[in-house]
């Protein structure tokens, strides 16, 4: 750990960085006002054009805190969310004299007495931390993952820095309060905390394999415990298929989408632990239709009452019961400050009623689900933070299975899966309704 003085100076200079970006974000701001002057929405997505600039000049905890804000579509309007998705985290190699001095430091040995090979460039290089191809003594091949040198560091002065500049709006903008705009920064950054720890990572490796041991098309990097630390991590090299080559490598994408599509049902309604960081860039598809996920730092877990509400809710979405869906995001909101409740299950019954006339093999539920955030959000109602979450699981996946299968209907895959949710809440002695 730096000394206090020398910590001192490290928070001086980064408040400069900070200040720095934050006038290039406000050219930014207006530039882009100016420029989508008289379109929908204008002003939240030039903020968002500003954040995405501030943000990638800022680094690894503003990419990640972005990346994370850019999910949590029950707490931020939809153009700055659809803005902020554009954050890219890709960010120049560090050099593999550090990669050595952390691999030997971990581990108490020199590098090649490890591997047999060890590719110095690496295959990606991420805020967080970079991967390289390398051999194993025993010819294995193996993807190693390796954190950045100072990331720690930054991470928890940028933390600090968050919070305190939360704190400071709530005070100034006391309307910030209702969104706990202090409480939403730490949730952020604890997610960004629980990525750049790698021993994580392997905990949740270990216990997505044991989840799906017994589903032969779901799988996940095999570990190698004796070379995984907090700061590297060491797994089997995926060579697999990447989605836009699905077709011309001739796999069969109907059983991907099924495998798919079950995986996150699994997760979300069987198991309560999913994966939080789900696209397709985090996939790879192996003959003759299997499925690995990839990039397991985030995750979310789900109580046994989140789990019952969420099918709860997506059942009554998906047979139309509007009243009820209303009812049940009413009665879990953390926040709510609805002015008129009948007018809220009014509009809330239209939409799904709207949505259920639609014909499901065209319909895109989880873009459904994203305007009952923007109803939720007109009658101050905050949804629980774990809809988002699970929204973007099954974005993903449904995502994935109208590009490959333009029939899917999201409803009819996650049905049987809904019924088994409120069938063990049945059990459990609680309602179904």
Do not use: C, Y
């Given at each position: 750990?730096?000394?206090?003085?020398?910590?001192?100076?490290?928070?001086?200079?980064?408040?400069?960085?900070?200040?720095?970006?934050?006038?290039?974000?406000?050219?930014?701001?207006?530039?882009?006002?100016?420029?989508?002057?008289?379109?929908?929405?204008?002003?939240?997505?030039?903020?968002?054009?500003?954040?995405?600039?501030?943000?990638?000049?800022?680094?690894?905890?503003?990419?990640?805190?972005?990346?994370?804000?850019?999910?949590?579509?029950?707490?931020l309007p939809r153009p700055l969310v659809q803005e902020l998705t554009r954050l890219q985290d890709q960010v120049p190699a560090f050099p593999f004299a550090a990669v050595r001095q952390i691999i030997e430091a971990d581990f108490g040995r020199p590098l090649e007495q490890i591997f047999r090979e060890f590719d110095p460039t690496p295959v990606a290089a991420a805020s967080v931390a970079q991967v390289h191809r390398a051999v194993l003594a025993g010819g294995e091949v193996v993807a190693v993952k390796v954190r950045r040198p100072d990331i720690l560091e930054k991470v928890q002065l940028d933390r600090a820095i968050l919070l305190s500049m939360a704190r400071l709006l709530e005070r100034l903008v006391p309307s910030l309060q209702l969104v706990s705009l202090e409480a939403a920064m730490l949730n952020f950054c604890s997610a960004v905390e629980q990525q750049i720890h790698l021993a994580n990572e392997a905990a949740h490796n270990v216990r997505f394999t044991a989840n799906f041991a017994n589903d032969p098309e779901i799988h996940f990097p095999r570990l190698y415990p004796d070379y995984c630390s907090d700061a590297v991590l060491t797994m089997e090299f995926i060579d697999g298929v990447r989605e836009a080559d699905i077709e011309s490598a001739g796999l069969d994408s109907k059983q991907i989408v099924r495998a798919g599509m079950r995986c996150v049902c699994r997760m979300i309604f069987s198991h309560g632990f999913v994966h939080s960081d789900l696209h397709a860039g985090n996939m790879r598809f192996l003959p003759p239709g299997e499925v690995v996920l990839l990039d397991l730092g985030l995750v979310g877990e789900l109580t046994d009452t989140d789990r019952v509400m969420t099918a709860r809710t997506l059942f009554a979405f998906a047979t139309g019961d509007g009243t009820t869906v209303a009812r049940l995001f009413y009665e879990n909101a953390p926040h709510k400050q609805v002015p008129d409740y009948a007018e809220y299950e009014i509009e809330m019954s239209a939409l799904v009623e709207e949505m259920r006339g639609k014909n499901m093999a065209t319909t895109q539920v989880t873009m459904d689900v994203g305007r009952i955030f923007d109803l939720l959000r007109r009658h101050r109602i905050q949804a629980r933070g774990h809809m988002t979450m699970i929204n973007l699981a099954l974005m993903t996946a449904e995502g994935l299975g109208k590009r490959l299968d333009p029939n899917l209907s999201l409803v009819d895959e996650a049905l049987p899966f809904l019924a088994e949710g409120i069938g063990i809440a049945t059990a459990s002695g609680q309602s179904a309704a």
């Open positions: 750990m730096p000394s206090p003085l020398v910590h001192s100076w490290h928070v001086v200079q980064r408040v400069a960085q900070m200040t720095a970006a934050g006038t290039l974000t406000a050219a930014v701001l207006v530039r882009e006002r100016i420029r989508l002057r008289g379109e929908e929405g204008a002003w939240l997505r030039a903020l968002g054009r500003a954040l995405v600039r501030g943000s990638t000049r800022l680094g690894a905890t503003f990419i990640k805190v972005g990346q994370i804000a850019s999910t949590r579509a029950d707490l």
